[in-house]
């Protein structure tokens, strides 16, 4: 689980996350040489937290998937994913900046991804519909 990934360049197609330098998966991703992005959707945050903080023999236990064409995990019931081999690794102060090479994506939903701000889960149309509730008549306040 990250919560920075980035389109870095269209051509050659490439993409980035930072990764903490202590990741136990960052050390299985140099290791193979390759990782598959997947976006979750807004009803997997049970999934999220399993994989971003259970231990890592266990992260995948009772979560069905499929093989990419390199071989990494595309999840059931996500948004999109990006299969890519990792291109440079860069170190950054305390995390490293692993940028993919893009070989393959696809969109496999039309559901809403889910979002992590602030310590709390969401997605994106519910958070937007807050965000315009909070907003509406907001120019007349003060008037």
């Known amino acids: 689980i990250v919560g920075t990934f980035t389109s870095v360049s269209l051509d050659p197609p490439l993409v980035s996350f930072l990764a903490d330098r202590s990741s136990t998966t960052l050390r299985t991703i140099r290791t193979a040489g390759r990782f598959c992005a997947n976006a979750l959707a807004g009803n997997q945050e049970r999934l999220s937290r399993r994989l971003a903080t259970g231990p890592a023999q266990e992260r995948f236990a009772d979560t069905s998937w499929q093989a990419s064409s390199l071989g990494n995990p595309v999840l059931d019931g996500i948004v999109a994913w990006v299969d890519c081999a990792v291109e440079q690794i860069v170190e950054i102060g305390d995390h490293l900046l692993v940028v993919g090479r893009v070989h393959d994506l696809r969109v496999e939903s039309l559901k809403t991804p889910l979002l992590f701000f602030r310590g709390g889960y ?13 907003l509406v008549g907001w120019d007349e306040i003060g008037r």
């Open 122 to 134: 969401g997605d994106y149309l519910s958070n937007a519909a807050l965000l315009l509730d909070r």
